[in-house]
């Protein structure tokens, strides 16, 4: 089913670079919620005022309710797809996030009802009524609700929707919720056992921490987490991939929203080159990053010596000492500057974030003792740095 909608509506296979693409699949997945939830109403509506049942007909406008995670998530994608403005320079792509953060609250607020009624049935159990007619719907809205789920999961992880995601979630609690009170009916009819406490005070533990889970994840992007490796990996081979590019550092990626990103990179180049041939290559790539990886690229150029042979040699030294200290250490921008009496080493340093104060310190120290061992005449003039990605 979810297949056919996506071929029917989409007709085309959902890519999170494509901006339109993923608002296409935002509104398809908030009407699809929304027409889901008005059908469960409609039926639990019908079948409440034809059987006199309170608890049916409270169920249905529960689904009405649940329609506005739908709505929240139409919402989100729409101001997430609206073009950068004066105000807004980067565009609206972290709406997006507002909203997850929003349904997240929703699926919060499940729990904490599950959790409110199960304690109060655990302190004061009562026996459910048992009536085929009722677990008929009940079981007919679990499969719905287990549908949508499925479908929201499935669309979002297509094109990386938190807010699709987060809708989905929220299903899925509702299905378990759902879930429990048709076993809770059968054990009760079947066995005269009150269990519905219980299993919903279980139920809603799962709900509440899904609910913290997502809000933990949208946070991620509107606080500032580092990208994913994949992402940093594909950036790093498409600029190195040029002819004339030595190599590369300090990649910095910023994240606007799921298909919004511009980033920066420091591109080595060799440092005999032609100044106006290297800038337009460096014209041509950040050209082609923008068309092909749809990500605004700023690159920055660094000369480095790719013929000296002791330049080579002793940034190599310099690298495997740092390593013996710190196995993720990495160096750049490395120089050499012959004086009198002493040789600078000129150099950036790469290290964990966690080195700082005394820790940083300490390792310079023993970082410039390895390096004298080697030449008592070396001198390291280091700058430390901490890495953007992972």
């Known amino acids: 089913m979810t297949n056919f909608l996506i071929r029917i509506f989409l007709k085309e296979v959902p890519d999170e670079k494509n901006k339109e693409i993923r608002e296409k699949c935002g509104v398809l997945a908030s009407v699809t919620g929304i027409l889901c939830n008005a059908f469960l109403f409609a039926v639990k509506f019908v079948i409440g005022m034809v059987l006199g049942s309170i608890s049916v007909m409270a169920d249905a406008f529960n689904n009405l309710s649940d329609a506005a995670s739908s709505l929240i998530g139409f919402v989100g994608v729409k101001l997430a797809n609206r073009p950068s403005d004066e105000e807004h320079p980067y565009g609206h792509g972290r709406y997006e996030y507002v909203a997850a953060f929003i349904v997240a609250f929703l699926v919060l607020e499940v729990g904490f009802s599950c959790l409110k009624s199960s304690v109060d049935k655990i302190k004061n159990p009562v026996t459910l009524r048992y009536s085929t007619g009722l677990v008929i719907i009940l079981i007919l809205s679990i499969l719905v609700k287990l549908w949508l789920g499925l479908f929201n999961r499935k669309l979002g992880g297509m094109v990386n ?29 079947f ?17 509440l921490y899904a609910g913290f889970g997502i809000i933990r994840e949208t946070l991620k992007p509107l606080i500032g987490e580092p990208p994913s490796k994949e992402l940093c990996r594909e950036i790093i081979t ?39 041939n290297i800038h337009e290559l460096v014209d041509l790539i950040e050209r082609q990053a923008d068309k092909e990886l749809g990500i605004y690229l700023v690159i920055h150029m660094d000369p480095v010596e ?20 710190e196995k993720t250490a990495t160096i750049h921008d490395f120089r050499m500057v012959k004086g009198e009496n002493q040789t600078n080493l000129i150099f950036d340093l790469v290290l964990p974030h966690d080195f700082t104060g005394v820790k940083k310190e300490e390792f310079l120290k023993k970082l410039e003792e390895k390096i004298a061992e080697v030449n008592s005449s070396y001198h390291c003039i280091v700058t430390v740095d901490h890495s953007f990605v992972k």
């Open 161 to 189: 929707s938190s807010v699709m995601k987060a809708t989905a979630a929220d299903s899925f609690g509702d299905m378990l919720i759902t879930s429990v009170t048709v076993v809770s009916v059968m054990i009760g009819h």
């Open 191 to 207: 066995f005269g056992c009150r269990v519905d406490g219980y299993m919903g005070l279980i139920v809603s533990i799962v709900v």
């Open 238 to 276: 498409f600029v190195e991939g040029f002819e004339g590019i030595v190599g590369t550092h300090d990649l910095i990626i910023h994240n606007y929203g799921p298909s919004n990103f511009m980033a920066t990179i420091h591109a080595e180049v060799p440092a005999d080159s032609d100044l106006r």
């Open 306 to 325: 790719i013929d000296n042979e002791e330049t080579l040699a002793c940034r190599e030294m310099v690298l495997r000492c740092a390593g013996e200290l």
